[in-house]
């Protein structure tokens, strides 16, 4: 099993560009989450999905979007980037209400 | 509501050093309480988890103790390596919407073993 997997590992944007940042996961747990981690923050829930079809906010869900494809995958999208957004970026998996197993991440700087 | 605090770091030893990393919450209910831990470059590894008041989490020689009267989640290994440096995260998970459960996190200790 590849665990959590995310794509891609490091971007550089400029201010106002787009892109989608990949989660796949092969465990087979019904809730996905993303989460920032900037230094001396911890980390921060962008956005969850509790399960197949349904999103929520987190506690820093402004400026990015989500989608939960299908039980497998759960993408942030940035529709405008803005550097303060530069950030790593974690996705994770859990069942529900239990442990939640996190992907490598993806470093992003937005200029 | 809801909160971790951890100690602040860096904490630096030498090996076979006795660490402690203090954790507190603050939290509605009955929380589950987490260490994670995240090697430099890598995303976080679960290290250790407790459900309920008393019980112990224990892996890799690291032990942490579910205090509810003192709100407390400390960390715990008798005899540090130089691979045990990393950073250590406590977090507590709560409830979120009545399904899935939504993690919350300290601030991250760092730790640095030196042989």
């Known amino acids: 099993n590849a665990g959590v997997t995310q794509t891609p590992k490091f971007q550089v944007l400029k201010t106002g560009q787009s892109m989608t940042l990949q989660c796949a996961q092969d465990m087979n747990h019904n809730s996905m989450y993303w989460y920032r981690q900037d230094p001396g923050m911890g980390l921060r829930l962008i956005y969850y999905s509790a399960s197949e079809g349904t999103t929520d906010k987190g506690e820093v869900p402004n400026g990015y979007n989500v989608s939960r494809l299908n039980k497998r995958e759960f993408s942030l999208r940035l529709e405008s980037a803005a550097p303060s957004q530069t950030s790593v970026y974690f996705c994770?998996?859990?069942?529900?209400?239990?442990?939640?197993?996190f992907g490598p991440g993806t470093r992003l700087l937005v200029l | 509501g809801n909160s971790v605090t951890q100690m602040e770091g860096p904490v630096t030893l030498s090996e076979e050093a006795f660490l402690t990393i203090n954790c507190t919450y603050t939290?509605?209910?009955?929380?589950?309480l987490f260490w994670y831990v995240q090697y430099p470059g890598e995303g976080l590894q679960l290290l250790l988890k407790a459900t309920k008041a008393d019980d112990k989490g224990s892996n890799k020689g690291f032990e942490a103790t579910y205090r509810k009267e003192t709100t407390s989640f400390h960390l715990e290994k008798g005899s540090v390596q130089v691979s045990d440096s990393a950073v250590y995260f406590c977090?507590?998970?709560?409830?979120?919407?009545?399904?899935?459960?939504?993690?919350?996190f300290g601030k991250g200790t760092t730790l640095s073993v030196s042989s």
């Open positions: 939290a509605t209910g009955y929380p589950s």
């Open positions: 977090a507590l998970s709560t409830l979120a919407n009545q399904a899935g459960t939504a993690l919350i």
């Open positions: 994770a998996s859990g069942p529900l209400q239990e442990t939640q197993y």
